[in-house]
């Protein structure tokens, strides 16, 4: 199957420094990526939709100026979290779609975020 | 993209067959219905996925009625290493794959 690589997988950071999470497809080429925010015990929340070559689709309530995404190329997606603070600290999860089988997603690991 | 609703969590022993049932009342017509699994500080892991009827691969099973207003995740013979959480997810090819995360269900299989 489709893999996708996060990087790093964990990251430690201290508040109000930037923090980028790259996303990549390693065996196909994803047009569309998404990103996903996860907190302890809670499920998944959509953060954005990321289009190769266009500006990312925020979902309502995620500020687009402090979550920095860029997708460049059609397998890399990256996320720049902003003047981290305390509160930021989560899970963040990628997934990428492969073409033809548009409607399959694959997830990436994720990348646990420390904002101290 | 229609709500989902499930079960927060499931008691099991292994060997047992495990079934999670999925309710999504306001499905539309376009929309089929994927089932994920993830363990602790990992992504989601694609289980299955289905439109109608029965699905079956290496490791579930999907029934889906006729009315289509809910689903079941069937896992056979569960082990220990089935303990996680079991995502229902419903979907669209004309959202642009857009996945809305539903609360999930927690299983927990015990020896």
């Known amino acids: 199957g489709a893999v996708v690589s996060q990087h790093p997988s964990w990251v430690i950071c201290k508040s109000g420094t930037s923090v980028k999470i790259e996303c990549r497809s390693l065996?196909?080429?994803?047009?569309?990526m998404f990103w996903y925010r996860q907190f302890p015990k809670q499920s998944l929340m959509l953060m954005a939709t990321s289009n190769e070559g266009s500006k990312a689709t925020y979902e309502q309530g995620v500020e687009k100026d402090k979550f920095l995404i860029n997708h460049a190329s059609l397998t890399l997606s990256t996320l720049t979290v902003t003047s981290a603070h305390p509160e930021d600290s989560s899970f963040y999860i990628c997934?990428?779609?492969?073409?033809?089988?548009?409607?399959?997603?694959?997830f990436g690991p994720g990348t646990r975020l420390t904002v101290t | 993209l229609a709500k989902t609703t499930q079960p927060i969590s499931m008691d099991s022993y292994e060997g047992q067959e495990v079934n999670i049932t999925c309710s999504h009342n306001?499905?539309?017509?376009?929309?089929?219905i994927t089932w994920y699994q993830q363990f602790p500080s990992q992504g989601p892991r694609f289980i299955i996925q289905g439109y109608k009827t029965k699905v079956t691969n290496e490791v579930a099973s999907l029934f889906i009625p006729a009315d289509r207003k809910s689903s079941t995740l069937s896992l056979p013979r569960v082990s220990l290493s089935d303990t996680a959480v079991y995502y229902c997810?419903?979907?669209?090819?004309?959202?642009?794959?857009?996945?809305?995360f539903g609360q999930g269900t927690e299983l927990s299989v015990k020896p």
């Open positions: 997810l419903s979907s669209s090819y004309n959202q642009g794959g857009k996945l809305i």
């Open positions: 065996d196909f080429q994803a047009t569309t």
């Open positions: 997934s990428a779609r492969d073409p033809p089988s548009d409607y399959e997603q694959y």
């Open positions: 306001n499905i539309a017509t376009n929309d089929y």
